[in-house]
């Protein structure tokens, strides 16, 4: 029964693969705007109930996050880093917004979790941290193969953090989820991406982890590199993993994935295994957000999509989903129907908001939020130093 389930996903997936108009994403032209500039390397954003944006740079000895109002205007900002050894502890930090604490969580590559109040930008003395010990690898669900997998941890094991988003089930808001993708990194093995889904215990501290995504493809294009993820408001994620081309099993397409992330009892599982979005193929993400909507945004990175063509470096990739939340690349394109309001417009399953300006460009994009406010897109460009806003229409 295994194989021929194998079978029958290596089957869909060539089939995918072979039809490249699936490829090809719904260009818009909307008018990036400069939200702030001269913030050097920015990398995590997120954006609180209040409109406040804040933003994760750099200094020369530390990092810094920067809180803006809803305009750019600068209000708040605080270090992180003691300005002479641990600077790269913190860089490659990301947050995420939790309305119910009115809390900033920013999760270092580390593993550290620090909790941040955007009234003044006041800093937790209780800092979190995720052990080895807490993270349950049986049975993840491998994307490359269809398998149910183990992943052990040796001695020169590191896991390297990357996005994080958090998720309040409407009907339970007590039961908060935060989901987080990242990298178990050995030294004679290539790094392996997962998603991992978290309960924490904020009065004890206490942190219990599972690995429930990875990919056993080994990925030229975002190689040792963490990816994005986002979860809606429909209890779906979505993220990036690598999987091999079966019409060229010497290479290896990151593609977008979806994977449920809530069920209760009385409530059908929307997704009963993660599927791979037959539009978004070859698509990278270091960061992702997802709007009032439940449409999901990606900073695609240094790589972009081919779909994004020719100007594809560091895009904005936008995926729309249905009334219940499913991304529309799950379904056949007939029946792609968006919910509204659809996001910047685009009612294809796939969008693309083109950040540079000629082929040869290369722009990293690194993390997108979108503001509660007037869902607004915020999107950092790490190495222009700046930070661009795309308003809906």
């Not at 490659?92 to 909790?115: A, H, K, V, W």
């Not at 994080?164 to 290539?190: C, D, H, M, Y």
């Not at 599972?210 to 993220?239: C, E, K, P, W, Y």
């Amino acid at each position: 029964m295994m194989t021929m389930k194998i079978m029958f996903i290596f089957s869909m997936i060539l089939i995918l693969f072979q039809h490249d108009e699936f490829l090809k994403a719904q260009e818009v032209q909307p008018q990036w705007m400069i939200f702030k500039s001269g913030m050097a390397l920015p990398d995590g954003t997120a954006i609180d109930s209040q409109g406040r944006v804040l933003v994760h740079s750099e200094t020369l000895r530390t990092t810094e996050v920067i809180q803006c109002d809803a305009h750019g205007a600068f209000l708040a900002q605080v270090t992180f880093g003691d300005g002479v050894f641990d600077k790269t502890r913190f860089i490659g930090s990301r947050f995420s917004y939790d309305p119910i604490l009115n809390l900033i969580f920013m999760l270092t590559p580390e593993g550290e979790l620090f909790q941040i109040h955007p009234d003044g930008l006041q800093v937790s003395q209780d800092v979190l941290s995720i052990p080895l010990e807490a993270i349950n690898t049986n049975r993840v669900y491998d994307m490359n193969t269809g398998q149910i997998v183990s992943i052990g941890f040796s001695l020169d094991t590191l896991i390297r953090y990357g996005d994080l988003a958090l998720f309040r089930p409407k009907t339970l808001p007590e039961q908060l989820k935060w989901i987080v993708t990242g990298t178990v990194e050995r030294l004679s093995e290539p790094p392996l991406p997962f998603v991992m889904e978290m309960t924490i215990d904020l009065l004890s501290g206490t942190i219990t982890a599972h690995m429930v995504l990875t990919s056993s493809a080994a990925s030229f294009a975002m190689d040792g590199q963490t990816r994005g993820v986002a979860v809606n408001t429909h209890g779906i994620g979505l993220t990036t993993l690598p999987i091999t081309d079966p019409s060229n099993p010497g290479e290896t397409r990151e593609v977008a994935v979806a994977f449920s992330v809530y069920t209760a009892p009385g409530i059908p599982a929307q997704l009963l295994q993660p599927a791979v979005l037959h539009n978004a193929l070859d698509i990278t993400s270091d960061g992702m957000a997802s709007d009032e909507a439940g449409h999901f945004y990606a900073a695609s990175g240094d790589q972009g999509s081919s779909a994004c063509e020719p100007n594809r470096s560091g895009a904005l990739i936008v995926m729309p989903v249905d009334a219940n939340g499913l991304p529309l690349g799950l379904a056949t394109l007939a029946d792609a129907v968006p919910a509204e309001p659809a996001p910047l417009g685009i009612v294809d399953p796939l969008g693309c908001v083109p950040i540079a300006m000629t082929t040869d460009d290369i722009v990293s994009t690194r993390e997108v939020a979108v503001s509660p406010i007037d869902q607004s897109v915020i999107i950092t460009v790490n190495n222009q130093d700046a930070v661009l806003i795309l308003f809906q229409p």
